[in-house]
């Protein structure tokens, strides 16, 4: 029953390095989801995929890059990790637009 | 620009008494609406929504969420909150589509 899982749970990394967050979905759901959030801004969508083969811009994109790798994943990279990206990092999914998102437990990512 | 508020940041209630948490959007049109708990270290979880129909919409854990379209307003109440119920909760809104919008969230204390 593990819904979605991300992976790392923790992650610590210095200005510059590259970092790819990975997110899984054992629920057979189209549309899938990444979110950060840091306090007081409640959570601000980074990139979405509405279905395998598609990704979109959310509200926050710049800094990131995502791919729909298939239907049960969906991973989110950082290519050159800024400070201004430590914050905890949210994976979700939904069989379709409009229905509840399903969320993991987050991934906390600090950046030196 | 479409934007979700959640008014108050803190708020702090007795173990037994009723609980009301906030929530308005600016939309042009009816939103879908959802409340989301969140427990410390963990993700969110849903408690409600609303599409459409009844405007009084039952949730899990004995809450409920009244829709006002005349206040673009979606509160969230529980008649006797307990300790387990000390926790963040984000209102969320969204129209066709993809794209949900969550407000800033509202940390709630329970006081023994």
């Known amino acids: 029953n593990a819904g979605v899982t991300q992976t790392p749970k923790f992650q610590v990394l210095k200005t510059g390095q590259s970092m790819t967050l990975q997110c899984a979905q054992d629920?057979?759901?189209?549309?899938m989801y990444w979110y950060r959030q840091d306090p007081g801004m409640g959570l601000r969508l980074i990139y979405y995929s509405a279905s395998e083969g598609t990704t979109d811009k959310g509200e926050v994109p710049n800094g990131y890059n995502v791919s729909r790798l298939n239907k049960r994943e969906f991973s989110l990279r950082l290519e050159s990790a800024a400070p201004s990206q430590t914050s905890v990092y949210f994976c979700a999914s939904s069989e379709k637009p409009n229905q509840p998102q399903h969320f993991g437990d987050g991934t906390r990512l600090s950046i030196l | 620009a479409q934007s979700v508020t959640q008014p108050d940041i803190h708020i702090t209630v007795s173990e037994g008494a009723s609980l009301e948490l906030r929530c308005n959007y600016s939309y042009g049109a009816t939103p879908y609406l959802f409340w989301y708990v969140q427990s410390p270290g963990q993700g969110l979880q849903l408690l409600l929504k609303?599409?459409?129909?009844?405007?009084l919409v039952q949730g899990i854990k004995g809450f409920e969420a009244e829709f006002k379209r005349s206040q673009s307003s979606f509160n969230l109440r529980k008649p006797s909150v307990h300790w387990s119920d000390a926790a963040e909760y984000f209102c969320?809104?969204?129209?066709?589509?993809?794209?949900?919008?969550f407000g800033g969230g509202t940390r709630v204390l329970v006081k023994p």
């Open positions: 609303y599409f459409s129909g009844d405007t």
């Open positions: 629920m057979n759901h189209n549309s």
């Open positions: 969320a809104v969204g129209l066709s589509g993809n794209k949900l919008t």
